[in-house]
């Protein structure tokens, strides 16, 4: 957090007194500072930004959602965001630098993007040749500004996602949430690699963010769980050191994360051994922050243990009582949402249709929102499909997009497909046609932008636009 004093202020009169420019300097001081005090109370009082729009001057304006602004009018903090085609852009230019590491993941500070990956703050400097360099690459730009050993100033701000990220050039940096309409995914697999999240923020546009909740091979039980809907819990007493250390919960046959199906019973849960820790991390144990991780290489790892810490060091070390909640970071962060997509269930996780019916209306009851949509399965056939259909379109009614149906009936023709001899095969038995698939299961390009645009027109036609 940073200090405001009017020693700073007094220190620049003192020197600029000498320089017949001194005013010009001091109300550029002075916005500064204002800017600064703005910033940490948005900060400290939940304020969200409304919009960053360009000013007349060269600047930026920064509107709140107490309707105040700041204006950043000097011309040379330059805003940084990532463009569609992946890149880093600098006041609008396209820098060539990509925003997408050589690990896959992208973002600012853990903050899910539609891509649904885990996020880290870019490096943005002034390098020794004048120009903006980030994650240490040049991008050719000329900083307008000064590297930042002078008056404290906002060197850079970086938009992403659902967060505004405010750089000073004394190394610290501020992080403000925009105040965009969320819709988060919740899903598996289909969702956390699924093009159809991409095809429908472009349909939405700025006003709205989707949010990617899918993780790789989840079942219906986890995600549930992750979002909130089925509660977690610690099933035995885990102590959390003092000093931040780990404590090692459990290992690949228990990981003493609970999850509370909708029959009462608190059942296994492998959070986080199959896919991001994005929607988990951190949690929150009886009031202190912690991260829960997985050790192993990989999914099966033998070796691999669950631990947990917390993330800010006290006087003196926690022991947690038998059957702890756990609130994870989904559970905070989306509920309440503008609308939300539930598309669970490819990898089981539930015991009969009845109770995957009660998982979805636990999911919806938890997120306090009337405007959902709860996808159906794509994979079997009509016959072997047809009660869970029926129970779904019952309970849900337009709510509930039949996506087999769909694929079968309206998707080659609205693609402009002429089927195949196998399309054709599997539509007669009410089977998703190959064509829209790039495997047994997962949908390729042409499908997710067919399922993009079905999300988008069922929103439309509901009233959640």
């Known amino acids: 957090m940073k200090k405001i004093t009017y020693t700073i202020l007094f220190s620049l009169i003192f020197l600029s007194c000498q320089n017949e420019d001194w005013k010009d300097?001091?109300?550029?001081?002075?916005?500064?500072?204002?800017?600064?005090?703005?910033?940490?109370?948005?900060?400290?009082?939940?304020?969200?930004?409304?919009?960053?729009?360009?000013?007349?001057?060269?600047?930026?304006?920064?509107?709140?959602?107490?309707?105040?602004?700041?204006?950043?009018?000097?011309?040379?903090?330059?805003?940084?965001?990532?463009?569609?085609?992946?890149?880093?852009?600098?006041?609008?230019?396209?820098?060539?630098?990509?925003?997408?590491?050589?690990?896959?993941?992208?973002?600012?500070?853990?903050?899910?993007?539609?891509?649904?990956?885990?996020?880290?703050?870019?490096?943005?400097?002034?390098?020794?040749?004048?120009?903006?360099?980030?994650?240490d690459n040049d991008t050719g730009i000329l900083a307008q500004g000064s590297k930042g050993e002078n008056a404290p100033k906002i060197t850079s701000i970086i938009q992403q996602g659902t967060h505004v990220v405010f750089n000073f050039n004394d190394g610290t940096s501020i992080s403000l949430q925009l105040n965009k309409r969320k819709i988060p995914c919740w899903g598996d697999s289909l969702t956390a690699v699924g093009g159809y999240l991409?095809?429908?923020?472009?349909?939405?546009?700025?006003?709205?963010?989707?949010?990617?909740?899918?993780?790789?091979?989840?079942?219906?039980?986890?995600?549930?769980?992750?979002?909130?809907?089925?509660?977690?819990?610690?099933?035995?007493?885990?102590?959390?050191?003092?000093?931040?250390?780990?404590?090692?919960?459990?290992?690949?046959?228990?990981?003493?994360?609970?999850?509370?199906?909708?029959?009462?019973?608190?059942?296994?849960?492998?959070?986080?051994?199959?896919?991001?820790?994005?929607?988990?991390?951190p949690v929150t144990v009886e009031g202190i922050e912690c991260t829960i991780s997985w050790t192993g290489s990989e999914y099966s790892d033998p070796d691999g243990k669950y631990t947990i810490r917390r993330n800010i060091p006290a006087e003196e070390n926690y022991t947690t009582i038998p059957n702890t909640p756990l609130f994870t970071n989904g559970m905070k962060m989306y509920r309440n949402p503008h609308a939300m997509i539930i598309w669970i269930g490819t990898n089981g996780g539930y015991n009969d249709i009845e109770s995957f019916v009660a998982q979805h209306k636990k999911m919806i009851e938890f997120a306090n929102t009337g405007n959902y949509i709860c996808i159906g399965l794509h994979s079997g056939t009509a016959e072997s499909g047809k009660e869970l259909e029926a129970l779904m379109q019952k309970e849900f009614g337009m709510r509930y997009l039949n996506w087999r149906e769909y694929c079968v009936t309206r998707a080659l023709r609205d693609a402009g497909i002429t089927p195949t001899e196998a399309d054709i095969a599997a539509m007669e038995k009410g089977a998703c046609p190959p064509s829209l698939l790039r495997d047994n299961v997962h949908l390729n390009e042409v499908a997710d932008k067919l399922l993009g645009n079905l999300i988008y027109e069922r929103f439309f036609l509901l009233g959640f636009l």
């Open 25 to 135: 300097e001091i109300n550029e001081l002075r916005n500064e500072l204002n800017n600064q005090k703005k910033i940490i109370e948005a900060l400290q009082e939940g304020i969200l930004i409304n919009n960053i729009k360009k000013s007349d001057n060269g600047g930026y304006i920064i509107e709140f959602s107490n309707n105040t602004s700041i204006s950043i009018s000097d011309g040379k903090t330059p805003l940084i965001v990532i463009g569609e085609n992946g890149n880093w852009y600098i006041d609008a230019v396209d820098t060539g630098v990509s925003a997408i590491g050589e690990d896959g993941k992208d973002g600012i500070n853990g903050v899910d993007g539609i891509d649904g990956k885990d996020g880290i703050t870019p490096d943005i400097k002034i390098g020794d040749n004048g120009n903006w360099f980030i994650n």
């Open 198 to 281: 991409q095809q429908l923020q472009q349909l939405l546009g700025d006003e709205y963010v989707v949010i990617n909740g899918g993780v790789i091979a989840e079942n219906s039980l986890c995600i549930a769980g992750r979002q909130g809907g089925c509660p977690v819990y610690l099933e035995n007493p885990v102590t959390l050191p003092a000093d931040g250390s780990e404590f090692i919960m459990g290992d690949i046959n228990t990981s003493n994360i609970r999850i509370m199906d909708v029959d009462g019973i608190l059942k296994n849960a492998s959070l986080l051994r199959i896919g991001s820790a994005s929607t988990v991390n």
